[in-house]
C-alpha cells in the first residue's frame, strides 16, 4: 500500500515537470529573436497606444495630435481633421471671425454683414449667402477644409459632395457661450495658436464670470425675448444665445415656462399679458425695418392690452442692438453680458 502511494506521488511530480516544460516553451514562442530585443522595451510597447498625441486630455472632448485634431461635431459625428489647411472655406460670418481670430485664413467665404465684417477675409471669394451657398463655386475653389454652420440645411447638404471630393468638413453648432469656448479651442489647435487660445478664452471667461457674479439673486425679475422678422414673430427660450444671457444674470424667461411638448418659440400675446414680464427684449432679423415694424404691431404692439404690460409702463421694452445679440458677439461676450446687465439691473452695474 505504501509502495503504491509512493509510486503515484513520484508520477504526478514526473508529469507536472513534463507540462511545466511545455509551457516555459509556449511562452518563448513570441519573444524576439536574439539580437532584435530593443533597449528599452517599455518605449517600444507604447507607441502604438501612444499615437504621436501630445494631449488626450485636452478641454471640451477634443484630442490634439502631433498632426490631426479630433473631435465629435454638430452632428455627434467623431471627426478627424488635418492641421494647418492651407485652401479654408467658411459658410456663417461669425465662425469666420473665429476662425480669423485663431489665425486662420480662408479662401472662401459667404456675403458679409454689415454688424459682422472680418476685414482680413474680404479678399476672399463669395460663394453665397448662408442660407444658399453655392456648391459649385465653393468647389472650383478646391478647398481642403470647408467648415459649416450645422444650422443651415443647405450647408449640411453639401457634406456628401464635400466627402466625396475628399474635402474635410468642420459642421459647428457655435449657439451659446459653451460652444464658443469649443469651437476657440478647436480652431486654435487645428491652426496651431495654441498661444491664442490661452489668452484669449481665459480673459474672456474671467470677465463674463465676473460680470454674472454681481447679478442680484432676489430680484426675481421676468422677462421675454421677442424675435422679429418680416414673416413672423416668435419667442426665444433659455436654449438661445440671449436666453442663456438673461438666464445666467438670474431673469426667469417666460418662454422656459410652456407645457411639455409645446414649441418654446411659439409667440402667444396672451402668455405675455398672463405672465406680465418686467422685461421685453426683441430680436429683429432682416434690413426691411419698416416691414419688421409692421410685424411686431400686427402681432403686438397695436393689441389694446399690450400698454398695460409693466415692461412697456416702466421703459423696459428693448430692441437689442445686432451686432451683439442677433450675431454672436464671440470675443466681445463680456460686452454683451455687460450691456444686458446694466439694462437689467442699472443700480448695481453703474459707470
Request: aromatic share 6%.
Amino acid at each position: 500500500m505504501k509502495k503504491s502511494i509512493f509510486l503515484k506521488i513520484v508520477l504526478t511530480i514526473a508529469m507536472m515537470a513534463v507540462l511545466l516544460a511545455g509551457c516555459s516553451k509556449d511562452s518563448n514562442k513570441n519573444e524576439p529573436p536574439a539580437g532584435n530585443t530593443p533597449e528599452n522595451p517599455s518605449e517600444e510597447i507604447s507607441k502604438p497606444e501612444d499615437d504621436n498625441r501630445k494631449d488626450e486630455s485636452s478641454d471640451y472632448g477634443i484630442v490634439i495630435n502631433e498632426e490631426n485634431v479630433v473631435f465629435t461635431d454638430a452632428s455627434g459625428k467623431e471627426v478627424t481633421i488635418t492641421k494647418n489647411p492651407q485652401r479654408v472655406v467658411v459658410l456663417q460670418n461669425s465662425l469666420l471671425e473665429i476662425w480669423d481670430q485663431a489665425g486662420g485664413t480662408v479662401v472662401g467665404r459667404v456675403e458679409e454683414s454689415e454688424d459682422k465684417i472680418v476685414e482680413n477675409a474680404m479678399s476672399a471669394e463669395v460663394v453665397g449667402s448662408m442660407g444658399a451657398p453655392s456648391l459649385e463655386k465653393i468647389l472650383s475653389l478646391q478647398p481642403d477644409l470647408v467648415i459649416i454652420a450645422g444650422s443651415y440645411t443647405a450647408q449640411r447638404e453639401m457634406v456628401p459632395s464635400f466627402e466625396q471630393n475628399n474635402i474635410q468638413v468642420i459642421n459647428l453648432d457655435n449657439d451659446l457661450l459653451e460652444d464658443y469656448y469649443k469651437t476657440v479651442r478647436l480652431f486654435t489647435s487645428i491652426t496651431g495658436r495654441e498661444d491664442l487660445y490661452e489668452n484669449h478664452v481665459n480673459n474672456i471667461q474671467k470677465k463674463v464670470d465676473e460680470i454674472v457674479a454681481k447679478a442680484p439673486e432676489d430680484k426675481n425679475y421676468k422677462g421675454v425675448i421677442i424675435f422679429a422678422t418680416a414673416k413672423n414673430t416668435t419667442v426665444r427660450d433659455s436654449n438661445t444665445m440671449v436666453g442663456e444671457m438673461i438666464k445666467d444674470l438670474n431673469v426667469i424667461n417666460i418662454s422656459d415656462s410652456v407645457d411639455a411638448g409645446a414649441d418654446t418659440k411659439t409667440f402667444s400675446i396672451e402668455k405675455i399679458l398672463q405672465e406680465d414680464p418686467d422685461f421685453i427684449f426683441v430680436q429683429t432679423m432682416g434690413s426691411d425695418l419698416d416691414k419688421i415694424t409692421e410685424r411686431l404691431k400686427s402681432d403686438a404692439l397695436d393689441n389694446p392690452a399690450w400698454a398695460s404690460l409693466t415692461a412697456v409702463k416702466e421703459n423696459r421694452y428693448i430692441v437689442l442692438p445686432k451686432d451683439l445679440y442677433l450675431y454672436k458677439p464671440n470675443d466681445r461676450y463680456p460686452e454683451a453680458y455687460e450691456g444686458l446687465a446694466k439694462m437689467i439691473y442699472p443700480e448695481v452695474y453703474s459707470e
